[in-house]
């Protein structure tokens, strides 16, 4: 079966133009940018078809739950307590943010430093909430944003993203 391009890709910035740049800064830039962008695709594609699909795909492409650093009724409880099981999220990659932090570390619970398994990245998404429940700040049912997170990747092309359930501090 034949991926489809985003539906949203022409909210974002040209960023499936941005090969080039990052091609001389990542160790596989083709192979790793295409791996990154196909989880946040997955991602997207199951919160379209139901906030709770979404929220699953979140927990499964979690590295804090995959690795056992939460539980993934611990990540879920934490999602569920913000009420993210009604909102549907959208994540866009911008790639030519895309850059290897192989010294990244994160601290889980103020004490233990942890390195994480895989070619580490950090990138900038654009991620677009919309709600069913509240409004946000900005009088709207919907807000975006961009913000920093990072992924690892294994050596089998297994992703991971260090976002949200984890709540980790990092240095």
Do not use: K
């Not at 790639?95 to 889980?108: D, L, N, Q, S, Y």
């Amino acid at each position: 079966m034949q991926r489809q391009p985003p539906r949203d890709r022409d909210h974002c910035d040209d960023h499936y133009d941005d090969l080039a740049v990052i091609s001389t800064r990542l160790g596989h830039p083709t192979q790793d940018v295409l791996l990154i962008r196909l989880r946040f695709e997955y991602i997207n594609e199951q919160f379209r078809q139901d906030p709770e699909l979404g929220l699953l795909a979140e927990l499964q492409s979690d590295y804090y739950a995959q690795e056992g650093i939460r539980t993934p009724a611990q990540c879920l409880g934490i999602w569920h307590s913000f009420d993210a099981g009604q909102d549907r999220f959208l994540h866009i990659p911008i790639e030519r943010t895309i850059a290897p932090a192989p010294g990244w570390r994160m601290v889980v619970a103020g004490q233990t430093r942890i390195r994480p398994v895989g070619r580490v990245y950090a990138l900038t998404p654009r991620t677009t909430i919309l709600s069913r429940t509240h409004r946000f700040s900005n009088g709207r049912d919907s807000e975006t944003f961009e913000h920093v997170v990072h992924v690892t990747i294994f050596s089998d092309g297994s992703t991971y993203l260090f976002a949200g359930c984890g709540e980790p501090t990092e240095t």
